[in-house]
């Protein structure tokens, strides 16, 4: 089935450490996305990549770094820099080019990441 | 930037209608999107406004208004399963960047009691 696999589920990250989140998607689209949701919060976009070897911060980059080496693949890493990084990160992928249409965004099923 | 405005919280009755408002402002409104998420678990694509007027899946229909900068998603014959949160998300064609960039409203968090 097509889709898109986040993982690991559950990451502790210790102190001045940098862990880096998996993103992978066989649904054959352009563009991917990373966000990060707060207890009662929304979304909040972090990166984004509309083709392959391109992304574009977000609204929240600071702390954050991303790659997009393959279509397929949009890892996201959270470095030592970003000094509140527990929340719930979603990752997602939409069709249709940079136009993007009425194509909506699919997600992941989130990793969470905690400090030890 | 944009503003996009929901309620916080929500209660109905099983069996019941429920509408969800949601407000927004942007400079160069290109859609809105509704998607459904459940505690832990990844938002789900709802339904999707660009024009005005209504647009009905089955128990789900979305209304938008865009010179009142105003949407809503009503659901009919509430079940317990639908005890979730609700997304509203916009896109803006004026953004840099462009293409399927979505700013997303705080949800809505829906509960249906008996």
């Known amino acids: 089935d097509g889709g898109i696999t986040q993982s690991p589920k559950y990451l502790f990250r210790k102190e001045g450490q940098n862990v880096t989140l998996s993103c992978e998607q066989n649904?054959?689209?352009?563009?991917m996305y990373w966000y990060r949701q707060d207890p009662g919060q929304g979304l909040r976009l972090i990166y984004y990549?509309?083709?392959?070897?391109?992304?574009q911060k977000g609204d929240i980059a600071e702390g954050y770094s991303v790659s997009r080496e393959k279509k397929e693949s949009f890892p996201l890493t959270v470095t030592s820099a970003q000094k509140n990084p527990t929340a719930f990160y979603l990752c997602?992928?939409?069709?249709?080019?940079?136009?993007?249409?009425?194509?909506?965004?699919?997600f992941g099923d989130g990793t969470r990441l905690s400090i030890l | 930037g944009q503003n996009i405005d929901q309620p916080t919280e929500m209660t109905a009755t099983e069996g019941a209608i429920v509408q969800i408002n949601c407000t927004y402002q942007?400079?160069?409104?290109?859609?809105l999107f509704w998607y459904q998420q459940h505690a832990g678990e990844a938002p789900t694509f709802l339904s999707y406004?660009?024009?005005?007027g209504l647009e009905e899946k089955g128990r789900f229909s979305s209304f938008l208004s865009r010179s009142k900068g105003y949407s809503y998603l009503l659901l009919k014959e509430l079940q317990m399963k639908d005890s979730a949160s609700y997304l509203c998300?916009?896109?803006?064609?004026?953004?840099?960047?462009?293409?399927?960039?979505?700013?997303f409203g705080t949800g809505t968090q829906l509960k249906v009691e008996l």
């Open positions: 990549s509309q083709i392959v070897n391109d992304f």
């Open positions: 649904l054959n689209h352009d563009a």
């Open positions: 997602a992928s939409s069709g249709g080019g940079v136009r993007g249409g009425n194509q909506p965004q699919h």
């Open positions: 942007t400079s160069g409104f290109n859609g």
């Open positions: 406004n660009v024009l005005d």
């Open positions: 998300a916009v896109r803006d064609r004026g953004r840099t960047g462009g293409g399927n960039k979505l700013t």
